[in-house]
């Protein structure tokens, strides 16, 4: 399983969300977890269809600074825990039971 955990600093521009795209190309994670979005849930709906990834939480920014989102792909079993501005909180359950 790969897994890809991304400070972005903002995805606004279209360099950000370039280099994210190839980042997602090349390495093609199944579990992509971004912090410092800088977009609300609406705006990073339509990044997941560009990326390619079934499912997602989001937690939207707070003024200019903050959002976080995980992506992964349907395949993963991801069991929600919790959210807030800070954190997304959940499991991953692999086929023979291990959680992590």
């Known amino acids: 399983m ?3 955990a991304w400070n972005c600093w903002g995805l606004g521009n279209g ?3 370039q280099n994210l795209l190839k980042l997602q190309k090349e390495v093609d994670p199944d579990v ?3 912090s410092e979005t800088k977009m609300d849930r609406e705006r990073i709906e339509v990044l997941r269809w560009k990326l390619g990834l079934t499912n997602m939480v ?4 707070v003024g200019k600074g903050g959002g976080l989102a995980i992506f992964w792909r349907k395949e993963v079993n991801f069991q929600l825990h919790g959210v807030s501005c800070f954190y997304i909180d959940g499991d991953i359950v692999e086929k023979d039971g291990f959680i992590w």
Do not use: S
Not at 58 to 61: G, N, W
């Open 15 to 17: 360099p950000a969300v």
């Open 58 to 61: 989001v937690k939207d920014c």
């Open 32 to 34: 992509l977890f971004l």
């Open 2 to 4: 790969r897994i890809v």
